[in-house]
């Protein structure tokens, strides 16, 4: 038993593990690879033809995945919660083969229109599947395997998330390209809904639920059941902040690269890659850190990491750009070589490295501390919370880079300071988080 504990990697091997893995890995690399091919494919148009409306499109594109986990990850959570979730997911993976079947149409006719409807399905089918997703975790894993399985989750998702970025902007560009990438969607829907139908029996958790379809009644009891244990619900706000925080540097490193460190456009799968191989690392170290246990004490420690690198960040790429003034478009295989390259993919990767030490136990003490017969819905509730705050990270990004003007590295400045203060005003309301931490760094 000991030695579980030590090795997390022993749920690889286990069938109430590894299928399940395999499935909500794939699932998030198709969304990733549809969606970025279908940016890409935005892009080109507008340049072609000269079309100024690219902004408004790519800004469509993902509103139109956010929006369903707004409609309808109440349902979501309350059926799972009703249901099986093994039968669910199963459901819900065939309903991808159909949707990327779709998908493949919409990219060999090349119809923007249609792909922009398909990336909103894939999103319906993504809030349906987040709800099930960390609620069947613990019905299949012992308490002390807990963190293991969050960690490895976390790490797959965003690992999916860049192979699917990567693999989606890459394959477009091919001759045939649009084809090929919904090939490969449907290819793999298929070999995620062969991999759900391995997943073992996850029963219901209560049958006596009654279906309400109205997402705003039935979004305000799961609210209300979340609020139960004040602790779980101030969880569910500060993963919520780590969406809007991770969200805005995802979404400035490719005019980081380009605009503040002269990088030529292949250096952003550099230092997207550095920051999410952070985020992989940083998941798997919770397990080592508090030896299996579900620890509070390292998420104040991963919220000050956060603070600490990005600031760092303002100050290492703002001396990169007074050291390397004048280069040309930095290559990938330059830029670690130049004054200052390795100290700012050093801050990148130890940024997503501390969101990892702050987000898995958050999760898990959202399963571990939530009723089972709510659990599902609850969880809805991190999701409706995980959207609502990527849009306000997008407002704030707005505000500080296109009405006041700031540089990118001003913005991750004041991310940083923003990130001090929400943080520290959870750990104010949840004295437990300190508390561990103190005793998790003195004994």
């Known amino acids: 038993m000991e030695q579980k504990k030590l090795n997390q ?34 892009v080109s148009s507008a340049v072609a033809s000269a079309q100024s409306s690219t902004n408004f499109t790519t800004n469509l594109a993902a509103g139109l995945f956010i929006l369903p986990y707004f409609l309808f990850s109440t349902t979501a959570g309350l059926l799972a919660d009703k249901y099986d979730k093994a039968l669910l997911i199963r459901r819900i993976k065939f309903a991808e083969i159909i949707i990327m079947l779709a998908g493949c149409y919409a990219l060999w006719i090349m119809n923007v229109s249609l792909m922009l409807v398909i990336l909103f399905f894939l999103g319906v089918q993504s809030s349906f599947f987040g709800p099930i997703k960390y609620s069947i975790i613990p019905q299949h894993l012992s308490t002390d395997e807990l963190l293991a399985g969050n960690a490895q989750v976390g790490m797959g998702t965003f690992v999916s998330i860049l192979m699917g970025t990567l693999l989606g902007g890459w394959i477009v560009t091919f001759e045939q390209g649009p084809l090929l990438v919904g090939g490969l969607a449907v290819l793999v829907a298929i070999i995620g809904w062969l991999c759900s139908r391995q997943i073992p029996d996850a029963a219901a958790e209560n049958t006596d639920l009654v279906i309400d379809l109205n997402p705003i009644r039935q979004g305000r009891e799961n609210f209300a059941l979340a609020k139960q244990d004040p602790t779980v619900f101030y969880c569910i706000l500060a993963n919520s902040w780590f969406w809007l925080y991770g969200g805005s ?30 985020v992989a690392i940083g998941s798997l170290l919770c397990n080592r850190l508090s030896n299996g246990k579900v620890e509070p004490g390292l998420i104040p420690i991963g919220a000050l990491g956060l603070t600490v690198f990005a600031i760092d960040l303002f100050f290492s790429s703002n ?14 295989n330059e830029f670690f070589g130049l004054s200052g390259g390795i100290r700012v993919g050093f801050d990148l990767m130890f940024i997503g490295l501390c969101g990892g030490l702050f987000i898995v136990p958050l999760y898990s003490m959202i399963q571990q501390r939530s009723a089972t017969n709510i659990r599902a819905r609850v969880l809805s509730v991190n999701n409706i919370c995980n959207a609502f705050y990527m849009v306000i990270g997008s407002f704030i990004g707005i505000i500080f880079l296109s009405i006041l003007g700031w540089s990118i590295p ?8 923003l990130n001090l203060v929400f943080t520290g005003f959870i750990f104010y309301l949840v004295p437990e988080f300190m508390q561990r931490a103190r005793i998790w760094i003195f004994g």
Do not use: E
Not at 319 to 332: D, E, K
Not at 410 to 417: D, P, S, V
């Open 410 to 417: 001003q913005f991750f400045f004041a991310i940083a300071l």
């Open 9 to 42: 990697f022993h749920l690889f091997t286990q069938r109430r593990f590894l299928p399940f893995f395999a499935t909500q890995f794939l699932g998030a690399l198709n969304d990733n690879i549809f969606k970025n091919a279908l940016l890409v494919i935005v």
């Open 249 to 278: 540097f995802l979404t400035q490193v490719p005019n980081f690269a380009v605009t503040v460190l002269n990088g030529h456009p292949t250096l952003i799968s550099i230092l997207l890659a550095a920051f999410i191989i952070g």
């Open 319 to 332: 001396a990169f750009q007074l050291a390397n003034q004048g280069l040309g478009p930095v290559m990938p």
